[in-house]
């Protein structure tokens, strides 16, 4: 059973423009969310998170949305830069826990 | 800041050895540490959380005396993989968090064990 899903393998955007990752989740006590990147041959670097109790976090290039009647986020990245090429995880967890559960990840390709 | 250095990054060895790996909090101290296991394609999946001083929480279906953790030190914790197997073989990676329930965990590189 698959808690959270990253329903796109990859992606592919021009540079300038503007990236669209996606993440579902099914577990309604998720409270806490983040995206992670990840380059090859290194860990995932945290980019941003947000908690349940908004509904957008913004961080520079980087917006998170939350939409939790839908159980659904999505990380917005403008404007989308070559560097940004990477696999891009999503993950939840309830803060009660400090467990992350992590989606199957999204490549991210921003063509120059 | 938030520097997680996880070592050795890959390791070789023939079945039935014990490997550890290593994985320490550079410049934050980490309350809470977390090992994890990803097979290819597919998402990183918790094996077990460690708090400095006492037991390690085990996920289910890991078997804690194949994977023996240790978290000493509020910066270091080790993982050995006890009498390894081909099946063992996999990426190992592991994270790091210093604060609360909602402080991001941050991650080690990973190491890449190979059982031959």
């Known amino acids: 059973d698959q808690q959270v899903k990253q329903n796109s393998p990859s992606l592919s955007v021009q540079e300038g423009r503007i990236s669209i990752l996606n993440c579902d989740y099914t577990?309604?006590?998720?409270?806490?969310f983040l995206w992670y990147k990840k380059y090859p041959a290194e860990g995932p670097t945290f980019l941003i998170s947000i908690s349940s109790i908004k509904d957008k976090n913004e961080d520079g290039r980087f917006t998170v949305f939350l939409n939790k009647s839908a159980k659904h986020l999505s990380l917005h990245i403008v404007p989308s830069q070559p560097g940004d090429s990477a696999v891009y995880f999503c993950a939840a967890s309830n803060s009660g826990t400090y467990k992350y559960i992590f989606g199957t990840g999204t490549r991210l390709k921003v063509l120059a | 800041g938030a520097v997680v250095s996880q070592h050795p990054s890959r390791v070789i060895c023939k079945s039935g050895t014990s490997v550890k790996i290593e994985c320490r909090s550079l410049?934050?101290?980490?309350?809470?540490m977390f090992w994890y296991r990803q097979f290819p394609k597919q998402s990183l999946m918790l094996m077990a959380t460690s708090n400095e001083g006492s037991k390690a929480t085990y996920e289910q279906g890991v078997e804690k005396d194949k994977f023996l953790i240790n978290h000493a030190s509020l910066t270091l914790s080790t993982l050995t993989v006890t009498s390894a197997h081909p099946e063992d073989s996999s990426f190992y990676i592991c994270?790091?968090?210093?604060?609360?329930?909602?402080?991001?965990?941050?991650f080690g590189d990973g190491t890449r064990l190979s059982i031959l």
């Open positions: 577990n309604s006590m998720f409270d806490y």
């Open positions: 410049d934050f101290q980490a309350t809470t």
């Open positions: 994270s790091a968090s210093g604060g609360g329930p909602n402080q991001p965990q941050h």
